[in-house]
């Protein structure tokens, strides 16, 4: 499912994480669920719980990520991608740089 290169870099990260792991995301969305819960419950089994609230994942303690449209602090961030919002079912533009 994921290259090599992926897996090591996702395992690396993995070792750094506690038991918990905190992810902001603004609107959850079946597809953002599904992503998660395929990388970090099944592939590398760390335990992850989402919030919209910006003044928790300010103030928590727990590893985190923010999967949003900007950053916070100073935090991992990953931009996030509109696809994984989206609720629809439409032909997707695939571009492999």
């Given at each position: ?35 998660f ?8 089994a ?52």
């Amino acid at each position: 499912m994921f290259s090599e290169t992926i897996k090591r870099i996702i395992h690396r990260i993995i070792n750094f994480l506690k038991n918990m792991l905190l992810i902001y995301l603004p609107k959850n969305a079946p597809r953002c669920q599904y992503v998660f819960d395929t990388i970090f419950k099944y592939q590398f089994a760390v335990e992850y719980r989402v919030t919209n609230d910006v003044t928790e994942f300010r103030n928590n303690s727990e590893e985190k990520i923010n999967y949003s449209d900007s950053k916070i602090d100073n935090e991992f961030f990953i931009k996030a991608s509109s696809f994984l919002a989206e609720t629809d079912i439409r032909k997707q533009d695939i571009i492999v740089v």
